[in-house]
């Protein structure tokens, strides 16, 4: 079975930095396009920035200019590094994979690491 194993969060001084983590193992095929997605209380989860194999990203304009979403391929791995946060960058961050495996397609979730930015 598939493991997204995600790690890197914790509590930051607004301003401050974190970089998180995320690597895929099992029995994997190819992995296609990796993401980070968040979610805060009350609040629907959302995309942070994703990455296609190519490495071709996408971010949304909330973190544009502040977080750079980079991957490595040989560790089927993903990383977020997140500069200068904001009180409203808090939440949990999730990391998603669209895998191959068996000839069939699928999206994974990692369980999820938690940022705190404190003001």
């Known amino acids: 079975q598939v493991q997204l194993v995600e790690s890197g969060g914790g509590l930051v001084q607004a301003g401050g930095s974190l970089r998180l983590s995320c690597a895929a193992s099992?029995?994997?095929?190819?992995?296609?396009?990796m993401g980070w997605y968040r979610q805060a209380p009350g609040k629907q989860r959302e995309l942070v920035a994703d990455?296609?194999?190519?490495?071709?990203?996408n971010y949304s304009d909330s973190v544009k200019g502040r977080f750079t979403i980079s991957r490595d391929n040989r560790k089927n791995a993903v990383y977020l590094q997140m500069n200068s946060l904001k009180p409203e960058d808090a939440a949990v961050y999730y990391c998603?994979?669209?895998?191959?495996?068996?000839?069939?397609?699928?999206?994974?979730w990692g369980q999820g690491t938690q940022v705190t930015v404190s003001s």
């Open positions: 099992g029995n994997i095929f190819n992995i296609n396009t």
């Open positions: 998603n994979a669209d895998i191959v495996r068996y000839g069939i397609r699928a999206g994974y």
């Open positions: 990455i296609t194999r190519s490495g071709s990203t």
